[in-house]
């Protein structure tokens, strides 16, 4: 895409106008783009010398880079969600120090000072709150995963180049949000069940969301088979033994959290004023002893789509049943309760 762009506006003569060299400068920014990390970049020179470099725009180390601040900021205040996270706060106080990988080996990484851990944090915790209030709401979610199926119902229909596989660039820079009305208005027989979807997420005729529930760990699981297929299979044994039919269900397994792996302050590093050039990590309860142990959570989510709404209600009463019976397996309901509190609508 970039480089489409770049050849398509002549800016390879911009480029040497200001002195930049495209042979050298412009694989460099696309690795940048790409979330590149500094040990796998080839620019042997860039990468040694200055392997913060890598840190600014996607920073696979550790998450905190300008694009997470971009669309935080964006999409809060578009969508009206209030945000404790201050990216204007962290670039007050950020710093390139030399962190200490071992014996002679020391590398520049991006640090912030100590005191903004807090503010650090809040900025997982921010985007974790866009994907559980907006991105993975659970009308914004089957809302999305329709379109998928309307589009992928609607590549048999070469014309509309909605297949991005065997689309050119060119092509591609022209796949916008108008190939919705197009599928939505076109006459051709062809996108009768295209068009059939959009309708649908048009006049709301979606499945009904049966209900949502938390999921422990797998390593946690007591009766385990194949992960999500696991979960799965429970629910379509549930529906033959109450006279629901399987088929008029979807059953989504996500995730949400505040990204890859554990701690998301582990590989954040900081600095603090009586030293300015020496890096450390701060530990999670260095921060607050509140903060939680988790960070990630895997939901399971139950669509219906036989649109009776004695079905649905029928489905909803087993679904809390369904969690109920499967709490001491997969289903995750937090804390060991009481025996005389059986933890109804835990989930």
């Known amino acids: 895409m970039l480089q489409y762009i770049v050849n398509n506006n002549g800016l390879i003569e911009q480029m040497r106008i200001n002195k930049l060299n495209p042979d050298e400068d412009l694989p460099f920014i696309k690795e940048l783009i790409k979330g ?107 809302i999305e995963e329709k379109i998928a199926e309307a589009l992928r119902a609607a590549q048999r229909f070469p014309d509309l180049l909605v297949n991005v596989e065997n689309l050119d660039i060119e092509h591609y820079t022209k796949l916008t949000d108008h190939i919705f009305n197009k599928i939505l208005h076109s006459p051709e027989p062809d996108l009768n069940e295209a068009r059939g979807i959009l309708e649908d997420i048009v006049h709301r005729r979606l499945p009904k969301f049966v209900g ?26 549930m529906c033959r033994n109450n006279n629901l039919n399987a088929q008029h269900f979807q059953i989504y397994d996500l995730k949400m959290g505040f990204g890859k792996g554990g701690n998301p302050l582990d590989n954040v590093y900081f600095y603090n004023k009586r030293d300015l050039n020496t890096a450390f990590s701060i530990q999670s309860y260095q921060v607050s002893s509140l903060k939680p142990v988790k960070i990630c959570e895997r939901l399971v989510r139950v669509y219906c789509t036989d649109m009776d709404q004695r079905v649905q209600r029928k489905a909803e009463q087993h679904f809390h049943k369904w969690c109920t019976n499967n709490k001491g397996t997969f289903i995750d309901f937090g804390p060991v309760l009481d025996d005389d509190d059986s933890g109804e609508g835990a989930y």
């Open 212 to 237: 949502e529930a938390r999921l422990k760990e797998p390593a946690q699981w007591t009766q385990v088979s194949e992960d999500s297929n696991h979960v799965k299979d429970s629910w379509r044994d």
């Open 36 to 142: 590149v990390q500094a040990s796998e970049s080839q620019h042997e020179e860039r990468s040694t010398n200055k392997p913060f470099l890598y840190e600014i725009v996607v920073n696979q180390l550790n998450g905190v880079d300008v694009r997470k601040w971009d669309y935080i900021a964006r999409d809060c205040h578009m969508l009206g969600i209030p945000k404790n996270f201050d990216y204007e706060r962290l670039l007050e106080f950020v710093r390139v120090c030399d962190v200490n990988r071992g014996e002679e080996n020391r590398e520049q990484h991006i640090c912030f000072r100590d005191k903004v851990a807090d503010n650090v944090y809040d900025m997982f915790h921010t985007r974790y709150t866009l994907h559980r209030k907006a991105y993975k709401h659970k009308i914004c979610y089957i």
